[in-house]
């Protein structure tokens, strides 16, 4: 009986859809915890760091063919944007990952992806972030911070992976991310020195119209 439990019990994680991965149990952290409590101190360095990251980011793509790219993107690549009330509505959004710079010279200096499916929900008090579909998703929890910015704090979910790794356990797979509004109807989460390819990581999150 406890083998047929067991195997029930898995068969049900798997069956879980994208979004139940963005439980708050990914961050574990209590409803009005900050995320400085939350978060390692490896991200928190990276977060200290962030204009360090735009900085170098930018000079290089701005230096090679794709210049034109940061231009055509508007309040969304550069980095003293961020407009009041920086908190996306729950809902549905169109989101796409932009990688900026490179530390290592045979990777392009500027990626640009096609557009995902990404989830704002307010679960327990807490607003949490999905990417849905995709490659490379990360799931967690968007917490208070100032005015005009708000602090991502997650772990990356990658290829078929039905359930996130808790925030924490691995280094490589941990986010921080900074979240801010950009403009009437789009926000943008900045990554600054990603652990894989880039220096600075944006997703563009635009809600999705309702039919």
């Known amino acids: 009986m406890r083998l047929l439990a067991a195997a029930l019990l898995l068969l049900a994680l798997l069956a879980l859809p994208a979004g139940a991965a963005a439980r708050d149990d990914v961050v574990p952290a209590g ?14 360095g990276r977060l200290r760091r962030w204009r360090d990251a735009w900085v170098a980011a930018l000079e290089q793509v701005r230096a090679g063919d794709n210049a034109g790219e ?7 690549f550069e980095p003293d944007t961020a407009l009041a009330v920086p908190a996306p509505p729950a809902g549905d959004y169109r989101c796409r990952t932009f990688k900026l710079g490179t530390p290592q010279r045979d990777l392009l200096d500027y990626v640009a992806y096609p557009a995902f499916r990404c989830r704002i929900a307010i679960e327990g008090g807490r607003l949490l972030f999905t990417k849905l579909t995709g490659s490379q998703r990360p799931v967690g929890t968007i917490f208070p911070d100032n005015g005009r910015r708000m602090v991502f704090l997650g772990t990356l979910m990658l290829g078929d ?7 924490g356990r691995d280094r490589e797979r941990n986010l921080i991310g900074i979240v801010e509004r950009v403009g009437p109807q789009r926000w943008r989460v900045a990554f600054p020195f990603p652990h894989h390819e880039s220096l600075l990581d944006v997703i563009e999150l635009v809600p999705t119209p309702r039919r």
Request: proline share 4%.
């Open 31 to 44: 409803p009005n915890a900050s995320w400085r409590s939350a978060a390692t101190e490896d991200d928190r």
């Open 70 to 76: 940061i231009a055509r993107g508007g309040a969304l």
């Open 161 to 167: 992976e039905t359930r996130a790794l808790r925030y």
